[in-house]
């Protein structure tokens, strides 16, 4: 029996999102409110939300990945809605290329290591830092591209 691919994607966005939008009002209200020892609850606030988010990120990718193989999601549905752009590659000479949905799963899937840049809600984002650096530097996945795409997937 195959995985229900898009409702898997749907839970592990809200993840994401919920993280991603949430990270800076949570980390002005700590700041403002709470002086002190308070070591467990900014753990609790900047390393398990990330962490969680962070791994909800790479499973995303690969159930889109899987249903990008079942499916053709990247030649198909992502032309039809519009939405074809899920960032940028900034490649190792410094220039810098749109990345498609496929580009997006694998550099998110192959990472090194990722970083998330969500100081700014218009366009939170995840970046993904390679292994092996001889072709490309970063890829930065925009948040709202990704939602955008896959709130179109139904389950």
């Known amino acids: 029996m195959p995985l ?24 002005s ?8 020892d308070f070591k467990f609850l ?3 606030v900047n390393e398990i939300g990330s962490f969680n988010a962070l791994s909800a990120f790479v499973e995303l990718a690969a159930f889109l990945r899987l249903l990008d193989d079942a ?7 992502a032309g039809e809605i519009g939405i074809t752009d899920f960032g940028r590659i900034v490649k190792k000479d410094g220039t810098v290329d749109r990345l498609n949905l496929r580009d997006m799963t694998n550099k998110i ?17 995840l970046i ?7 072709g490309w530097a970063a890829a930065e996945v925009d948040i709202s591209s990704l939602a955008a795409f896959c709130g179109t997937l139904a389950h």
């Not at 499916?71 to 549905?77: G, M, T």
């Not at 993904?128 to 650096?133: E, I």
């Open 109 to 125: 899937i192959h990472a090194k290591t990722w970083r998330w840049d969500v100081k700014n809600l218009e366009g939170p984002k």
């Open 71 to 77: 499916d053709k999601l990247s030649s198909q549905n």
């Open 128 to 134: 993904c830092v390679p292994n092996d650096p001889e």
């Open 4 to 27: 229900p691919y898009t409702k898997l994607i749907h839970e592990k966005l809200s993840v994401i999102l919920t993280f991603a939008f949430s990270a800076e009002p949570i980390e």
């Open 29 to 36: 209200w700590l700041k403002k409110y709470f002086h002190g």
């Open 42 to 44: 900014y753990k609790t």
